[in-house]
């Protein structure tokens, strides 16, 4: 019998104006990092802090030597039309 995978939940924040965006996410023992959710106040939006996540997500997941499995609907806009990010990409 193989043991389970252990996964680890967290979040990258974002605060600005008194309130928080941020990115969920969760990684493996395996080599992943799953992005979840992103999500930004609708007062912040349109200033670039979905970007700044998705992008320190994507830092983390180099520092690490991490595969990135997309989830998130904003993540995956983001590696679309940031060529950059698609070689950390394993599933999306």
Do not use: N
Not at 61 to 88: I, M, N
């Amino acid at each position: 019998m193989t043991e389970p995978s252990k996964v680890t939940r967290s979040r990258f924040e974002i605060e600005e104006e008194g309130k928080t965006g941020f990115l969920d996410f969760e990684v493996d023992d395996q080599g992943w990092m799953t992005l979840w959710h992103t999500e930004v106040p609708e007062e912040l939006r349109g200033r670039g802090l979905g970007l700044q996540l998705v992008t320190a997500a994507f830092d983390y997941a180099k520092e690490h030597s991490l595969r990135v499995d997309v989830l998130c609907p904003y993540a995956q806009k983001v590696v679309a039309t940031h060529p950059e990010f698609e070689a950390l990409v394993g599933r999306r």
